[in-house]
């Protein structure tokens, strides 16, 4: 099988988030960066991804967001509390 990777990416001064897996399975995000952001680093969006490997991940300087997309799209948020790693089940791996 195809690995899917997100390897040495830098993410600096985001708006919103920085690396989102939405309904997304068996991808290895490692060896990143992420400073200076808005809204959670590291994020599985709806708790359904399973068999991601996060590793060797660094997030600093995160900040809530002032505006966060809920106001437009009417869903819950959870950006005013921000998570460098927001790992919403437990069948993936840190």
Do not use: M
Not at 23 to 40: K, P
Not at 74 to 87: A, L, Y
């Amino acid at each position: 099988p195809t690995i899917t990777r997100c390897s040495q990416f830098f993410s600096r001064g985001s708006n919103q988030r920085c690396y989102v897996l939405h309904q997304t399975n068996d991808v290895v995000v490692e060896e990143n960066v992420a400073f200076d952001t808005f809204g959670h680093c590291y994020f599985l969006e709806d708790g359904v991804e399973v068999n991601n490997i996060f590793r060797n991940n660094l997030g600093a300087d995160v900040k809530k967001s002032t505006r966060l997309l809920s106001e437009l799209s009417g869903r819950k948020e959870t950006d005013d509390k921000p998570s460098v790693f927001w790992i919403s089940n437990a069948a993936n791996f840190l």
